[in-house]
């Protein structure tokens, strides 16, 4: 069940980088992000301000895993961050490691959610970014938990 809706509208990838400096700085092992929207919503752009957020090293390179299908990125939280986009479905996802991934030694920010939808853990925070015009986006976070409401507690 979705609580507590935050809908908010950027101007610039800045200010979708710093929304996701907000959540990563509130952000707890075992958490997990996930991120709905079109190519060039600005996904992306977000897991670089929850990267910067939760402390990872500014010279660590947060790009999609492309040909991976999960990036690393050591921090104040361990981040594990996946791209959705080819995956065929959770029985790839979860081949992947993704029951580990969400054991609690790290969180997880998984861009293209919606095509792994029945492996994400209950408790997750919901990010959906859509295109609001050329450099504007409207980005709207739900909470389905205690764990993802605190990080919406830390945006509002
Ligand atoms: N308000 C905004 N928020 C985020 N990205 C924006 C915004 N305005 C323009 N952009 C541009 O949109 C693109 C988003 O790319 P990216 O984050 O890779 O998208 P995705 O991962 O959703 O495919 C970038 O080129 C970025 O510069
Ligand atoms: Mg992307």
């Not at 390179?61 to 050591?74: A, G, Q, R």
């Not at 790839?92 to 490691?97: K, M, V």
Request: charged share 25%; aromatic share 4%.
């Amino acid at each position: 069940m979705n609580r507590a809706e935050i809908s908010i509208t950027t101007e610039s990838p800045d200010e979708t980088r710093a929304i996701g400096q907000t959540i990563g700085r509130s952000l707890e092992a075992g958490a997990c992000i996930a991120l709905l929207g079109t190519l060039g919503a600005g996904k992306t752009e977000m897991v670089k301000g929850i990267a910067a957020g939760a402390e990872v090293d500014g010279d660590v390179v947060v790009n999609s895993p492309t040909y991976l299908i999960v990036n690393e990125y050591p921090g104040r939280v361990y981040l594990f961050h996946i791209d959705a986009y080819r995956l065929s479905g959770s029985e790839e996802l979860h081949a992947a490691g993704f029951g580990e991934m969400c054991d609690g030694r790290g969180a997880v920010v998984i861009e293209w959610a919606d095509r792994v939808e029945d492996a994400l853990p209950a408790d997750r925070l919901t990010v959906h970014i859509e295109h609001a015009g050329d450099q504007s986006r409207r980005i709207r976070i739900a909470t389905s938990g205690p764990r993802s409401q605190r990080i919406a507690d830390a945006v509002k």
